[in-house]
């Protein structure tokens, strides 16, 4: 992640703490970005403003997979391992022989790799409770 943008991302949280004070803010990088340094850019800023950080959670889309795992897959790891959650995204247009063949090829970078579908409301009861289950104590 460039300076500039992880400077972009810090400067907006902090105006949104100090603004609006959501109870929640998820951030979606873009594609390129691996768990690490964003682990790193959701620290910086905290000096300023205190706010808690959450589980850090991987979507992996699961129709695209097969691409991503010939042409990025060095960057999907990157987003894998450090993880606290990956969740295959989009599980229900996929098979599910597909689905566990995804879930064997990334067991050895992440234990537990679940799918997840919005539609048929499979796998979001696990993303919810993994949520709160590792949010930071309130201080």
């Known amino acids: ?7 972009s991302l810090v400067n907006l949280k902090k105006e949104l703490k100090k603004n609006h004070d959501p109870d929640v803010l998820f951030v979606e990088p873009s594609e390129m970005v691996v768990t690490q340094e964003l682990r790193q850019v959701a620290a910086m800023g905290r000096r300023d403003v205190h ?10 889309d699961g129709p695209l997979f097969g691409f991503l795992w010939q042409e990025r897959r060095k960057l999907l790891l990157g987003q894998v391992s450090d993880a606290d959650m990956v969740l295959i995204s989009r599980c229900d247009q996929i098979e599910p022989q597909e689905l566990q063949e995804i879930q064997g090829l990334l067991a050895e970078y992440h234990n537990g790799v ?5 539609h048929q409301n499979f796998g979001l009861e696990s993303l919810w409770t993994h949520i709160a289950d590792h949010s930071e104590p309130q201080k």
């Open 114 to 118: 679940q799918g997840l579908s919005v």
């Open 1 to 7: 992640m460039g300076c500039s943008l992880a400077s």
């Open 51 to 60: 706010y808690e950080i959450g589980p850090f959670i991987t979507l992996v």
